[in-house]
């Protein structure tokens, strides 16, 4: 069967914020279709003519498709009139969403650019948390673990303090205790009550794959019990026997993305404190 090759294209992303959103949105899209690999061209903070006279050579120079999140009229009309006498399609991303709850909550939208970027608690709550995150990374600071909102447990390599970024910029203080073979946890973890204690697990073969790929990377080639069968097969045991015995639930890793984790993670917190399932923002 012959090769298939890869189809490259042009996506142009043009922002009056920081344009992650636009970023976020072409990638889970393009994710969708095989063989498709995006040349990405990011314009963020275009918030002026000349600027946008820029961007739009820039297209000129490289057909393909414009997605756009500019909320100054003006600006957006002289954008979409530029794509048009290019003939270069162009997508306003979040219309169809902005419509329907416009339509839903019967509200005006604001015009006010870069809004969801606006210094408020929010944006100050993310801080906090990611501060929190890094002293709290590795069993660091553990006896102020009862301030977080959740506590990550697992051996080495489960991807406990990605997930932990990840969570602080959602705004969930979260901190992680390692398990380390031949010492105990530190006592404070079993008296925590605040906090929601998970269990991040792995399959033996998947986290020696892990480990290995970590020595190589620090160059690192003699034999070691960090990626001994033996050794791993009896720490994730005992990290399950651990987490079964103190009641604490328990997420799989071995093919989640750090993204999907922290997904669970979320879905946990919000059915610890509602009672109910489902992620809340």
């Known amino acids: 069967m012959a090769p298939r090759f890869a189809t490259y294209f042009h996506v142009h992303l043009v922002s009056d914020s920081t344009g992650e959103t636009l970023n976020a949105m072409a990638k889970a899209v393009v994710a969708r279709f095989d063989g498709v690999i995006p040349?990405?061209?990011?314009?963020?903070?275009?918030?002026?003519?000349?600027?946008?006279?820029?961007?739009?050579?820039?297209?000129?120079?490289?057909?393909?498709?414009?997605?756009?999140?500019?909320?100054?009229?003006?600006?957006?009309?002289?954008?979409?009139?530029?794509?048009?006498?290019?003939?270069?399609?162009?997508?306003?991303?979040?219309?169809?969403?902005?419509?329907?709850?416009?339509?839903?909550?019967?509200?005006?939208?604001?015009?006010?650019?870069?809004?969801?970027?606006?210094?408020?608690?929010?944006?100050?709550?993310?801080?906090?948390a990611l501060n929190y995150a890094i002293a709290h990374d590795d069993g660091q600071s553990g006896q102020n673990l009862?301030?977080?909102?959740?506590?990550?447990?697992?051996?080495?390599?489960?991807?406990?303090?990605?997930?932990?970024?990840?969570?602080?910029?959602?705004?969930?203080?979260?901190?992680?205790?390692?398990?380390v073979p031949g010492q105990e946890p530190p006592t404070g973890l079993f008296r925590l009550h605040k906090p929601l204690v998970v269990g991040l697990t792995v399959s033996p073969d998947r986290l020696i794959q892990i480990r290995r790929n970590r020595l190589l990377t620090l160059k690192e080639d003699r034999a070691s019990s960090y990626i001994a069968a033996d050794q791993v097969r009896d720490e994730t045991i005992a990290a399950r026997r651990l987490f079964e015995r103190e009641g604490w639930p328990t997420i799989d890793v071995t093919r989640r993305s750090v993204e999907e984790t922290a997904a669970a993670v979320l879905n946990l917190l919000n059915e610890r404190r509602t009672g109910k399932l489902g992620a809340q923002a």
């Open 39 to 128: 040349i990405e061209h990011i314009y963020a903070l275009v918030r002026s003519r000349k600027q946008l006279e820029r961007v739009l050579q820039e297209i000129e120079d490289h057909p393909g498709v414009v997605l756009h999140t500019i909320v100054d009229r003006d600006l957006r009309a002289e954008l979409e009139e530029g794509c048009r006498r290019l003939d270069m399609p162009t997508i306003a991303a979040l219309d169809p969403l902005v419509a329907a709850l416009s339509r839903y909550l019967g509200a005006t939208l604001t015009s006010r650019v870069g809004a969801q970027h606006a210094l408020d608690n929010d944006y100050f709550n993310r801080i906090e």
């Open 146 to 179: 009862e301030s977080a909102d959740v506590v990550l447990v697992g051996v080495s390599r489960t991807s406990k303090t990605p997930t932990c970024i990840y969570l602080a910029h959602r705004g969930v203080r979260a901190g992680n205790v390692p398990l």
